[in-house]
């Protein structure tokens, strides 16, 4: 959750987080990724809840909360354009349209969900996992960070329920994100000269 936060923190300030982050964290991840994939071929229970599988299918659920909530609620012509154009990458988990177009890099509107809303999905997943309503992810499948979220969660934990808890996270962080999305979205349009009522 530390990790997370703080990488999500360097994103506000226009830092690509990922990039400084997984530099330190992805050795880390793999070594506990191989110890799942060995208890997994040895028939065993995999040991590590948290692992580079973890990371990419289910810590990283967050962000994309912001431009399904622009699909959802958004009015104003700024976020109609951007929609367009942002939502089908987001499904393959390319937020950069999203992270510029809004923008959410120093934008104190979306402060708290581009901070912490990965730390909700991170805090949801890790429970399902440890109370054991979801598998843990094998290791045996580490698929790229491309891979859409709901088919990732299937192909890591080797479950239909990976999927389902993928969607428990989309959905949740879609709710955090629309209160803040409604906030931005009448600003815009009063911007615009509608007045917000359009």
């Not at 209160?179 to 600003?187: C, I, L, N, S, T």
């Amino acid at each position: 959750m530390l990790v997370k936060l703080f990488g999500q923190l360097l994103w506000f300030f226009g830092i690509h987080g990922d990039s400084i982050v997984n530099g330190v964290m992805t050795p880390i991840f793999q070594v506990l990724q191989d110890q799942n994939k060995t208890a997994s071929l040895a028939g065993k229970l995999p040991p590590n809840i948290i692992s580079q599988s973890f990371w990419d299918g289910f810590a990283s659920i967050g962000v994309i909360g912001s431009i399904f909530a622009i699909i959802l609620i958004a009015q104003s012509r700024r976020y109609r354009s951007m929609k367009k154009i942002a939502g089908i990458p987001y499904l393959f988990n390319i937020g950069e349209p999203t992270l510029f177009g809004i923008p959410l890099m120093l934008n104190v509107t979306y402060f708290i969900p581009l901070v912490f809303s990965n730390v909700v999905s991170i805090v949801i997943s890790y429970s399902a996992f440890a109370m054991h309503l979801v598998p843990i992810p094998t290791g045996l499948v580490q698929v790229p960070w491309t891979t859409p979220i709901v088919i990732s969660g299937y192909l890591v934990t080797g479950s239909i329920s990976g999927a389902i808890l993928q969607i428990v996270c989309f959905i949740v962080v879609i709710l955090i994100w629309i209160p803040f999305v409604r906030v931005a979205d009448h600003e815009i349009l009063v911007e615009e000269g509608s007045g917000g009522n359009k």
